[in-house]
């Protein structure tokens, strides 16, 4: 499962990594998702699944 966001710990870190050979499919909603954390939008979906704060 790919992480994508911001780690709480570092606040101007953008991970998007993780998506193994799913990164040209998954990379329209990835891009998505980094741009709306970005622009601190709220995301177009629930995105606490990808949270690099999951780990830990």
Do not use: C, Q, W
């Amino acid at each position: 499962m790919p992480i994508i966001g911001r780690p709480r710990r570092l606040g101007n870190v953008m991970i998007a990594a993780g998506h193994n050979t799913l990164g040209m499919t998954l990379a329209p909603a990835t891009g998505r998702l980094v741009a709306d954390h970005v622009m601190e939008r709220a995301p177009f979906i629930d995105a606490r699944a990808y949270s690099p704060d999951r780990f830990g």
